[in-house]
């Protein structure tokens, strides 16, 4: 059976429900790219979901931050405002596991799982140039990662790349490395508001791309009445 990939849930509860009943009985395991928290409005219910179900996470920029252990410097306005916030709601508990998540690259069967970058956790890989000095840091055929919130990813070749559309089936061919984003469960930005995921077959080396329809409105009006800024909410419609 595949393994469950996941990333960037920020906090949206209503979008990591309606993955997992999309996705119900068709996984064995489940992996997860970080950013847990920040932006939405249910931080401790996505920890302690994270915590007792995900065989393997690793830490994503706002992880840090709620733990504390980034000072959110180079975040923006609305991405502080969620920090600070969150910051106030995590229970010790979920605080503690934050804290102890580790940073990525992390080696996992045979494929890599990174939030931002194999060359830095927190660098953001958008564009076909942006993934090539990042060649020299591959050391797997497959690195999963997030933190772009945009479903697909990159295929790499020698002196060469190419971006990966989220389409059907990608089967991995040997002769080339893949980045690969699953896309973010809690807030697409890849214009399309549903939920985003993906399988992943270890023995077939293949990946498929999936989205979810979830509750909205529930997820925007939570944050709203978390005194949270209304842009947070309002962009959940239109997956920006």
């Known amino acids: 059976m595949p393994r469950l990939i996941l990333s960037d849930l920020h906090g949206n509860l209503e ?4 993955v997992l009943a999309d996705a119900e009985g068709l996984y064995d395991r489940i992996l997860c790219l970080g950013d847990l928290v920040g932006y939405g409005a249910d931080p401790n219910a996505i ?6 179900n995900a065989a393997v996470v690793v830490r994503g920029n706002h992880d840090k931050a709620g733990a504390g252990l980034d000072d959110m410097e180079t975040f923006s306005p609305l991405a502080r405002a969620s920090g600070l916030w969150t910051r106030t709601v995590l229970t010790p508990e979920s605080q503690s596991y934050l804290e102890r998540l580790p940073r990525g690259p992390l080696p996992y069967e045979s494929v890599n ?3 931002g970058s194999p060359a830095d956790e927190d660098e953001y890989l958008i564009s076909v140039e942006d993934t090539l000095p990042v060649r020299a840091y591959l050391d797997a055929r497959v690195t ?11 295929l790499l070749a020698q002196r060469a790349a190419m971006r990966i559309a989220p389409a059907g089936l990608l089967q991995i061919e040997q002769k080339y490395f893949y980045l690969v984003n699953p896309g ?3 807030q697409p930005r890849d214009g399309d508001p549903r939920a985003a995921y993906a399988f992943y077959w ?7 791309f999936r989205r979810a329809s979830y509750d909205i409105d529930r997820a925007a009006a939570k944050i709203r009445a978390a005194g949270l800024p209304d842009f947070l909410a309002a962009r959940l419609y239109e997956g920006i």
């Open 184 to 186: 973010s469960v809690g």
């Open 144 to 154: 999963f990662f997030g933190h772009t919130h945009v479903q697909g990813g990159f």
């Open 202 to 208: 270890p023995d077939e080396r293949k990946v498929e």
């Open 15 to 18: 979008a990591l429900e309606a």
């Open 113 to 115: 799982l990174v939030h």
């Open 47 to 52: 920890v302690d979901w994270t915590r007792n």
